[in-house]
């Protein structure tokens, strides 16, 4: 499993060719919060079926290790990605309150399909729908900045 995350990484330097482009401006980057919140994302009512225990976020944070860390690091706030910042949109921790504001269902549709056409790809088929409903419990419970260290693709 762990070579997913290196394939990602790896395409994902290659992408950075094409993210040169100047971030948004504030104004833009609301609106586009906005629009995804409300339009983009689907899936806004359906729950998680998997109970919030600490079995399920063990499972979750196992799933995001071997293919989420690429780009979000370890404990989902970019600890040790050397790229995360130069993506365009960045990638944004999975602390913040935009992201914590979507509903679970929200969560597992932007994990399925990705964020077109940022650089957050979709994971449907390559993570079951189980493992994608750990890892949103996983991002409900995300341990302090750092207290992971950093993803051993890249210490490696
Ligand atoms: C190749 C790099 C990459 C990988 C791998 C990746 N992401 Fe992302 N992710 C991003 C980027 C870039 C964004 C910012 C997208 C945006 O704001 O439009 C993002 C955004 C997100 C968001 C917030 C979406 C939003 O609309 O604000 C969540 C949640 C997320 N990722 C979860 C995951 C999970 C879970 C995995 C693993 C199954 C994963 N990502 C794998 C790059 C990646």
Known sequence: MRSYGTIVGLGCLLALGGCKADPPGTLESHLIIAAKHYVFIRNKSEKNPLPDTQATIANGKEAFAHYCVACHGLDG?????????????QVPPLTSPDVQRYTDGQLKWVIDYGVKPSGMPGSKGM?????????????????????????AMYTH
Request: glycine share 8%; charged share 20%.
């Open 127 to 151: 993570l079951n729908d189980k493992e994608i409903w750990s890892i949103v419990h996983y991002i409900r419970h995300l341990p302090p900045a750092g207290s992971l260290g950093e993803p």
């Open 77 to 89: 706030q970019n600890t040790g990605t050397p790229f995360a910042e130069r993506m365009s949109p």
